[in-house]
């Protein structure tokens, strides 16, 4: 999977602007996809190269131009090419969970700091995720078909998170109760 299909899924929905697009990366897509805004506008720029996307200049009066942009029929079969092709999971590389493989090698007070740290940084997402499925999905009975396939990708960035939560609190506990003879 690239940015691009990422961008194309999320054109498809609507037509938006490069600003709103970051947007939704940071509030709605961060739970399975991460681009900066850098490396979006970058992408916008070449898959309009490609044919893939269209940009509208919008004129505005009262704020500055800008550019709304909309999936070609040509970037539609690109995202429905790849829609039909087997995927596969994404390669684990875990940071936290090597230090905590090795965590006896230091004192158990830095890989407790790392954990709570790591613990606050999920929690806040999760918060986050809920406070997003709170905003937009309340009536999911009457949603369209497109909302309820993104609300399914926010459930699994919230289980995703809670997951995390979990770990580290199950961890934080078993750290708080060694028997320090044993460290």
Known sequence: MSLAHTILASLVHHPTTGYELVKDFNE??????????????????????????????????DRPNKKLYRVTELGLKTLKDWLVQPSN???????????????????????????????????????????????????????????????RTLRRGIRYEADWVEWCDETLDWLNGMDQSNV
């Open 28 to 61: 709605r897509i961060a739970c399975y996809w991460q681009a900066s805004q850098q490396q979006i506008y970058r992408e916008l720029s070449r898959m309009e190269e490609q044919g893939w996307i269209e940009g509208e200049r919008v004129i505005q009066s």
């Open 89 to 151: 999971p994404a390669a684990i590389r875990e940071e936290l969970l090597v230090k905590v493989l090795a965590g006896y090698l230091v004192d158990i007070a830095v890989i407790r700091a790392e954990l709570e740290r790591r613990r606050n940084y999920h929690q806040l997402r999760l918060e986050h995720y809920y406070q997003t499925e709170q905003e937009h999905f309340q009536d999911l009975d009457s949603a369209t078909l497109s909302m309820q396939f993104t609300y």
